[in-house]
């Protein structure tokens, strides 16, 4: 595995607007040449990977922005410990959720959390994450995962503590509906067509189908013990669920609302994520925190195995694809970074540490 290493940080002013100390957050000095061997590392490979990811780091109640081009992470403090993040689809927005940060802060598989209701979704600007959020919405007990709808109009936020989806209008920075789910729902995915998301219920082994439309749970799928998170096909007729505690992932086919399938993938999977043209679904083996594991199990669509296993950093948790699925963007929780996969090769190409208890991660392709 050809890994190198990134630790270049710049402190941000955000740290003085949150009355943070200033000495908590002094950058660690780049060591010479740093910047430029991630980025040999990366376009030295056919069609070069451009463009930023965003990491939720829960553990370090920040958001961390890696600019791929130029080599360097800019991780900037908030006021929350962000569990996921997600980007609108016109880009314009970055979406963040969790809890008010107390250092304590973590999504394991029960109603362990704050203060009822004290959950945000902060709103960012992507191309000025330095300058804090643009809004601060209050949204449910415990929020886990964030997405926007297709028209980018909307976010859905789910709320493990109590067992609901919240809706927010994005113009109007507020909640507009509540959708009520499974026990402690957790991850969440929007269809390809964007009428309906799929909701992993951790706590009763199910996930829940909402009619994006009309705003309600239209159905319940029982999958296994632990779902965390779900992620559809391109063509919307299968999700694949990660099974934390059965060291597997279940197979819904969409139309029939049942699972078809498991494929045993690795030590406590977290989350998964299909390529653009519907080949391979990757799933990121977490592990639990006595025994932590640092692997990604790759799935073929069409046989249903795993037909490869891929070493990352220790806790691999977050996956993100590409949108030409060439390249695999995976956080490591324990190591703190985030590993960049070549599809092709099968190998990381870079790990570059981020913030402290990476989690979510999106990618945006363009230049922010």
Not at 79 to 106: C, K, Q, Y
Not at 144 to 152: F, G
Not at 211 to 220: F, G, Q, S
Not at 280 to 309: F, H, K, Q
Request: aromatic share 4%; net charge negative.
């Amino acid at each position: 595995m050809n890994t190198t290493f990134l630790s270049r940080r710049r402190l941000l002013a955000m740290a003085g607007a949150l009355g943070l100390a200033t000495a908590a957050w002094l950058p660690t000095a780049a060591a010479h040449g740093e910047a430029e061997t991630i980025r040999q590392s990366v376009s030295g490979l056919p069609e070069a990977l451009v463009g930023h990811i965003f990491t939720a780091d829960e553990h370090g109640s920040s958001i961390s922005m890696i600019d791929i081009g130029k080599g360097e992470v800019v991780t900037v403090p908030i006021s929350i410990a962000p569990h996921n993040v997600d980007l609108t689809p016109d880009r314009r927005l970055l979406l963040a959720v969790g809890e008010p940060s107390d250092g304590e802060h973590g999504h394991g598989g029960a109603h362990a959390h704050g203060d009822e209701g004290d959950g945000k979704l902060l709103v960012f600007d992507p191309r000025r994450i330095a300058d804090g959020p643009v809004a601060e919405i209050a949204v449910g007990d415990h929020p886990a995962h964030v997405v926007a709808s297709r028209d980018s109009r909307f976010a859905f936020v789910t709320n493990a503590g109590d067992d609901t989806v919240s809706v927010v209008d994005l113009a109007a920075r507020k909640v507009v509906a509540s959708v009520g789910t499974g026990r402690y729902p957790h991850g969440l995915r929007l269809s390809p067509d964007g009428g309906e998301l799929y909701v992993a219920n951790v706590l009763d082994g199910s996930v829940s189908v909402i009619d994006v439309e009309e705003r309600r749970e239209v159905a319940r799928i029982a999958v296994g013990k632990a779902p965390v998170q779900v992620g559809f096909l391109p063509d919307g007729s299968r999700v694949y669920v990660s099974l934390r505690d059965e060291d597997s992932v279940a197979v819904i086919d969409t139309a029939k609302r049942e699972v078809v399938a498991r494929v045993e993938v690795g030590n406590g999977p977290i989350q998964v994520h299909a390529t653009s043209d519907g080949r391979l679904v990757y799933a990121a083996n977490e592990g639990s925190r006595e025994n932590p594991s640092d692997t990604v199990a790759v799935i073929e669509v069409a046989t249903g195995t795993v037909v490869d296993t891929i070493r990352t950093g220790t806790g691999a948790h977050g996956v993100s694809v590409s949108e030409n699925g060439d390249w695999v963007f995976v956080t490591n929780i324990v190591a703190g970074t985030v590993s960049i996969l070549d599809r092709r090769r099968g190998t990381v190409t870079v790990d570059i540490p981020v913030g402290r208890g990476p989690n979510g991660l999106a990618f945006c392709a363009l230049e922010a």
